[in-house]
């Protein structure tokens, strides 16, 4: 046989290709996140689609100007968009492997994002005690889905940095940790582009109705 050989292991045939050779490990790693973040890119079109036909339906309800404050909604952006400027200079770090730096990088990006998500819950906890709940009208369902799920997103992302912190700890800069780190940083840029079309899409575009 030209392609594949028999061979028998404990008298058990055993069929494998001559011309087997190694695959790269996490060779596949990179197109499977990007078609991840492709399916999260439709969730989110959803969202913003949602928003967009019962953004103003208010049933009598607040509106927009009666409840969001720009300058705190400006401020929490600010956190996100510096989050995603230190996780760029860790990922600088990593390429020089730099450890060290590569930590300190990652620190800073999760204190950013845990302001983030702190500024957030206060939004939120302020309007449910003004009355402003979700099932208060068409308008505050979709934006709570829409902002929430953003916000559980940060969340998550928060946990997988933190559990690459420890990784990087125990076992350096490996080809695995890299890889990882890579993949998380589509990830936050990600949650970036679309806090902005949050921002705009909601809150600037709200104030303007």
Known sequence: ?????????????RFYLADEHEHEEGGSTALGFWI????????????????????????AGPSPKDLFDLPLVALNTSMLLLSSITYGFAMLAMQRGRTGQLQAWLAVTGLF???FLSI?????????????TPQRSAFLSSFFTL???????VTFGL??????MVQVKRRGLIAANQRRL????????????????????????????
């Open 1 to 13: 046989m030209s392609d594949a050989a028999l061979t028998t292991t404990q008298g058990a045939p």
């Open 36 to 59: 991840y973040l492709m399916s999260d890119c439709l969730i989110f079109a959803i969202l913003f689609a949602t928003f967009g036909v019962l953004g103003g339906s208010y049933a």
């Open 113 to 115: 994002g845990l302001a």
């Open 120 to 132: 957030e819950l206060y939004e939120f906890a302020h309007m449910i005690h003004e009355g402003a």
């Open 147 to 153: 902002v929430g799920t953003h916000g559980l997103h």
């Open 159 to 164: 946990i997988w940095l933190v559990t690459l």
């Open 182 to 209: 890579a993949c998380l940083s589509m990830f936050w840029h990600f949650l970036d582009v679309i806090w902005i079309g949050v921002f705009t899409f909601v809150y600037l575009m709200g104030m303007l109705r």
